[in-house]
Nanobody, 116 residues
Framework: QVQLAESGGGLVQPGGSLRLSCAVS????????MGWYRQAPGKQRELVAT???????TYADSVKGRFTISRDNAKNTLYLQMNSLKPEDTAVYYC??????????WGQGIQVTVSS
């Protein structure tokens, strides 16, 4: 059974940093395109960043230069390092796995709040 579990969210001041983690159970991680999405109140869920097994990454323009996505295939864990956080980064962040282009899995989401 596949499960994705996010951790590392919380409240941070503008300009601060947080690192999100997503632990993936089940034997899909190394064959999955992994991603982070977020959904702010009243807005649609949006893509933040993706990373393939070999390490190539993509980012939304709004987070380029501030966020870094990475993965540890040995630990079945996905990360999102978030620096220079802004109030507009406040959202529920979701971990996503696309397994062999066919199956899609989601974590339960974790709250990130950027506020003074």
């Amino acid at each position: 059974q596949v499960q994705l579990a996010e951790s590392g969210g919380g409240l941070v001041q503008p300009g601060g940093s947080l690192r999100l983690s997503c632990a993936v159970s089940g034997s899909i991680f190394s064959d999955s395109v992994m991603g982070w999405y977020r959904q702010a109140p009243g807005k649609q869920r949006e893509l933040v960043a993706t990373i393939i097994s070999g390490g190539s990454t993509t980012y939304a323009d709004s987070v380029k230069g501030r966020f870094t996505i990475s993965r540890d295939n040995a630990k079945n864990t996905l990360y999102l390092q978030m620096n220079s956080l802004k109030p507009e980064d406040t959202a529920v962040y979701y971990c996503n796995a696309r397994f062999q282009g066919l199956l899609v899995y989601w974590g339960q989401g974790i709250q990130v709040t950027v506020s003074s």
